[in-house]
């Protein structure tokens, strides 16, 4: 059912005042509001000012006629929009059409229906409310999606933004993680370096590069010669080579090439056959061969006889060898780590040790530094020994006097680490009190009759008086298996050298 009800403004245009009572009077009853003028002008005129919903528009009125007011309002932007209903005496169809062309919605023919003319201004107001509604809401729609727009763009700039910030975020945090990683991956080495070698006592950057290059070396099967003076721990490195390698589950045989009698070297390395000489009561295998799917660590190579130099380059180029007095070729896989306390290659000069083995030797070298030069060490080492000596005797050391650290420190050390290592235990048997002090570095039962030279500390005149004894000993004899290297477990070229420095001579006194 329609709902629509008249209500609204309408202005009738007429000079004839019997048409507008009429009109007015019904008009007015259907509840419209009703505005009147009896000629154009004034027609025009009062639309300016009231706007109505819709116009009764006579045509012929003297003055402007009704063509010309309907025209006048179509041009005006604020009335054009007014419908206008023309009432026409006229039948012409040509009039009809100008009505239409001048602007008119419609028309009614005079004499008028009410009805007719009531319907067709419901008919007509209600399509341009139903217009204006429909305007109002494409407006709406409009302003709608200029608001969505506005709002688009603000958040698709927001999101850009944020993206951006996100972005710059992200790669930052990449970069702190790349960095975390390799921090880690850092630490991570350095646990598994101390874990793998913690045998291996020291922080210093000097003993870290040598443990950097043993991690090198030990996965590859590559020859290795360690240098380095007397009891800078050229073994442990070896041990270490060895422990890291991929053959750590093999052997690990070491033959101290100075310690053995010449004339047993050859029987030592490559075995022997039962009677192949005098004393060779059974057959026995050689090192090389107990070593094989392992390690042989050759220490103290620069004390190799020229004979026995010849048959290690052999095994070494041709990885075979016989037992001495055997007619068998054996073949053996294993890695060579060598080591000497010798600049070898001052002896290849001097033609003692022979230049092509030399090469052979010196694949990957890795120079152990004197304990002078990684004096942080020093503490370190120190109270390692003092905790490993203070437990085997049994004893509760807490520590060193602050003059004995102090002179730990200061010491040249030219027996390395040995040599701390000997001084402590001695220092420890020694000891009394709950600190290691000075007097524990000397042997306060046989007080120094002076057979010492001058000058010397007294970790020095403890060096001469074990030196003096074992020389004692050994009836003056340093090589050989009763000599005082193998008595003092040291090198016979050290063991000359420090006789030498320590100025010893038969009938010295301690
Ligand atoms: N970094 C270290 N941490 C703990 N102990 C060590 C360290 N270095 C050496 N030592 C100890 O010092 C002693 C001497 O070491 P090692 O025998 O390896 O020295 P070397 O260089 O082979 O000596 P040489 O040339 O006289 O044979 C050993 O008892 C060893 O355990």
């Known amino acids: 059912m329609d709902t629509f009800s008249p209500t609204g403004t309408i202005m009738i245009v007429d000079d004839t005042p019997a048409n507008i009572g009429v009109l007015f009077d019904s008009l007015s009853e ?49 009335t054009k929009d007014i419908p206008v209903i023309f009432m026409t005496a006229l039948s012409e169809t040509k009039e009809k059409v100008r009505a239409f062309e001048a602007g008119a919605v419609d028309y009614v023919t005079k004499p008028f229906q009410t009805e007719e003319v009531n319907a067709r201004v419901l008919t007509h107001i209600r399509i341009r409310q139903l217009q204006e509604d429909l305007e109002t809401e494409v407006e709406c729609r409009r302003r709608a999606e200029e608001q969505l727009k506005v709002v688009n763009a603000e958040l698709e700039e927001r999101v850009a933004e944020r993206t951006t910030d996100l ?11 790349d960095q975390l990683e390799g921090q880690v991956e850092h630490l991570q080495e350095e646990i598994e370096r101390e874990h793998n070698f913690s045998e291996i006592i020291g922080k210093s950057r000097a003993l870290m590069e040598v443990l950097e290059k043993v991690e090198m070396v030990a996965k590859t099967d590559a020859t290795v010669l360690i240098t380095g003076e007397s009891g800078t721990g050229k073994e442990l490195v070896a041990r270490a080579v060895h422990g890291a390698s991929d053959l750590s589950a093999g052997p690990l045989i070491k033959v101290n090439c100075g310690a053995i009698a010449a004339n047993l070297v050859e029987s ?120 490993k000596f203070s437990r085997k005797f049994g004893k509760s050391i807490s520590g060193f006097d602050e003059a004995v650290a102090k002179r730990l420190l200061e010491h040249s050390w030219p027996g390395n680490i040995r040599e701390l290592q000997n001084s402590i235990e001695r220092a420890v048997i020694l000891c009394k009190g709950e600190l290691i002090d000075f007097g524990n570095f000397i042997d306060s039962r046989s007080p120094d009759k002076g057979g010492a030279p001058q000058g010397l500390d007294e970790l020095d005149k403890f060096e001469r008086k074990i030196y003096l004894r074992a020389m004692k000993q050994a009836n003056w004899k340093i090589g050989g298996p009763e000599g005082a290297a193998a008595l003092l477990d040291r090198p016979v070229s050290t063991v000359r050298d420090r006789v030498k420095k320590l100025g010893l001579e038969p009938g010295d006194s301690e």
């Open 268 to 387: 030592e390395l490559f075995g022997h056959e039962k009677g192949s000489f005098t004393g060779a009561l059974a057959q026995r295998k050689g090192r090389f061969e107990l070593a094989d799917g392992g390690t042989l660590f050759l220490d103290e190579i620069g004390e190799l006889s020229p004979e026995v130099q010849v048959k290690l380059l052999r095994v070494l180029q041709e990885g075979e060898f016989e037992r001495l007095g055997g007619a068998d070729t054996i073949k053996v896989k294993v890695r060579i780590i060598c080591a000497t306390h010798r600049d070898l290659a001052k002896l290849v000069e001097k033609g003692e040790f022979r230049e092509d083995l030399y090469y052979r030797l010196n694949v990957f070298p890795i120079e152990n530094p004197p304990l002078r030069m990684r004096k942080t060490d020093i503490p370190l080492l120190a109270d390692f020994f003092l905790d």
């Open 167 to 177: 972005r710059e975020a992200l790669q930052q945090v990449e970069a702190l993680k």
């Open 30 to 78: 259907l509840g419209y509001k009703v505005l009147v003028a009896k000629d154009g002008e004034s027609g025009l005129e009062k639309i300016g000012q009231e706007f109505p919903d819709l116009v009764l528009l006579d045509v012929m009125m003297p003055g402007m006629d009704g063509f010309e007011v309907c025209e006048k309002l179509k041009a005006d932007e604020s």
